[in-house]
Every structure is written in structure tokens, then in C-alpha cells.
């Protein structure tokens, strides 16, 4: 595996790799054949709690008194032990004693962030994991992308008939318009991200990653620096999940949909992405 030059936070040899994308649409394949590279570690969903963690780290930066009273008499941080009791204040109030500055906010989430997806005894040097549950009303992609400048990121998209055909099928909550609106909202935030951050993206087709005609693993694995092993086209061939639930007629799960609801489905997915589009 080629090593990546890195800054701020995380091991000198290694980075971060953060898998996202929308519900059914191959992230758990895709990390299994991320994970069947050498030296690496993606691990699984984690029920998106960094959304809150991504709102106190914004919050931490961008609020003006925070700036004022701890950041602008902390421009560089203090000793911890030095004796804050006995100092005279004249620009600060007692209640407003801090030690850290801005510099630190950065530097504790992150390891905050790497406690537990980056433990000591990990030991690799490509580490991070995928989730769902990221891209709607949250930053957290924007706060892994800001403590993390050395990370990469993989996005898997799908067709979103497909991808609300299987999660109907499924049973998910909410019936077909919810689940579009919701898929619309999360790719357009993640299209947003992927135009600001072009450089450290790389989008994966699902219709591609599972196509024995496709090179997208090998261009993937390139651009990773990752080694391609006997093992990582194998993956392609385990069946999970949806597959397991066929329709009476053999006919494919979108075929649920009338011509009347695709149309309406449409209209609600609208994205102006190229990479997004089907």
C-alpha cells in the first residue's frame, strides 16, 4: 500500500477513508472490498452520532463569544497546570478560564473522532468507516473534511429507482415519496460536497462495482494506493440482503412502480451531477 503524506491529525503513514452513500445502494459491498486490501480497517455503521458531534465542533468555531472570551486570549494554548487561581485578570472574566485554543478544538475531536475508529491497537494504516446515515440536515462530512485535510473519501451511488425499489421492498418507513424526498436531500448535499472537495472524492457506480466488464475496483484501488488482492473479486460474488427477497413474478423490484409513480419518483430525484445521473 503507498503511503500518503499527512498533517494534523492521524498516523504519519496512513489516512482516513470515509465510505458514504444512500441506504441500499452497495456501501456494505463496497466496504467489504475496500477491507480485503492490505493494511486496512472500515469499519462499520455506527448509527450517525458524529451529526452531533459535527454541531459542537461548528459550533466550537463559529460562535462569536467563544472566539472573544477563550480562542483571542488563547492564541496559542496555556499550560494546563499553570496557575490560573492566582493570576491577575484584567481582560477576562474567572468564569471564562480556559486553557485550550483553536488550534486544540481541531486536534481533540479528531482524536475524539479516532478513539473510536483509529484505536492504538488498530495498528493500520488506512483506517474510517461507511455510513448511511450522513448528508441531510447535518455538517459531518464538512468536519471530517476540515480535521482530517489528508482524508479520502468514496461515495457509491446507484440508480434511485433501484435504490427505493429495494427500500419499499424492505419495508422501510415512510412509503416511496418519503424515501425519495430523502434520497434527493442527502445527494444533493453529498453532490455539493463532492464539487467543493474534487480532489479528495471518488464516486462509485453500484452498476459498475458489480459489472465483471467494469475497471472501476482497479481505478479505485489506484487512486487509494491500494494493491487489488485474489480475494477482492470473490466479494462480488456473495448475495445478501434484497437478493435474498425475490418478487413471485421474477420480475426486478422496480417493476413495483407504475409509470404514473416513476414519473412522479423522477421529479422529486432531480440532481445535476454527472456522476449522479442515470
Known amino acids: 500500500m503507498k503511503n500518503i503524506s499527512t498533517s494534523g491529525n492521524s498516523s504519519i503513514n496512513g489516512f482516513p477513508l470515509f465510505l458514504l452513500g444512500s441506504a441500499r445502494s452497495g456501501t456494505t459491498l463496497l466496504q467489504k472490498v475496500l477491507n480485503s486490501a492490505e493494511d486496512v480497517m472500515i469499519w462499520g455503521e455506527h448509527g450517525g452520532f458524529l451529526k452531533q458531534i459535527a454541531e459542537a465542533y461548528f459550533f466550537n468555531l463559529n460562535n462569536e463569544e467563544i472566539d472573544l472570551q477563550i480562542f483571542r486570549q488563547n492564541p496559542v494554548a496555556k499550560d494546563p497546570s499553570f496557575d490560573f487561581h492566582n493570576q491577575k485578570m484584567e481582560k477576562i472574566g474567572y468564569c471564562w478560564i480556559n486553557w485550550y485554543g483553536k488550534k486544540e478544538i481541531e486536534a481533540n475531536f479528531g482524536k475524539f473522532i479516532e478513539s473510536f475508529f483509529n484505536p492504538h491497537s488498530l495498528g493500520k494504516a488506512c483506517w474510517g468507516f461507511k455510513e448511511i446515515r450522513y448528508g441531510f440536515d447535518d455538517s459531518v462530512m464538512e468536519m471530517l473534511a476540515a480535521i482530517y485535510p489528508q482524508a479520502r473519501f ?3 451511488v446507484r440508480d434511485p429507482i433501484d435504490v427505493l425499489a ?23 448535499h453529498i453532490i455539493e460536497f463532492c464539487n467543493a472537495n474534487e480532489d479528495r472524492v471518488f464516486t462509485v457506480k453500484y452498476e459498475d462495482l458489480v459489472s465483471r466488464e467494469s475497471d472501476i475496483i482497479r481505478k479505485l484501488f489506484d487512486w487509494l494506493g491500494f494493491t487489488i488482492s485474489e480475494e477482492t473479486y470473490g466479494i462480488l460474488d456473495i448475495k445478501e440482503g434484497i437478493w435474498k427477497k425475490t418478487r413471485g413474478d421474477d420480475m426486478p423490484h422496480r417493476a413495483m412502480f407504475s409509470k404514473r409513480k416513476l414519473r412522479k419518483i423522477l421529479k422529486i430525484i432531480q440532481v445535476k451531477n454527472d456522476s449522479f445521473w442515470y
Open 154 to 156: 468514496v461515495f457509491i
Open 166 to 188: 429495494s427500500q419499499v421492498a424492505m419495508g422501510w418507513y415512510g412509503g416511496w415519496k418519503y424515501l425519495a424526498e430523502k434520497w434527493a436531500i442527502q445527494n444533493r
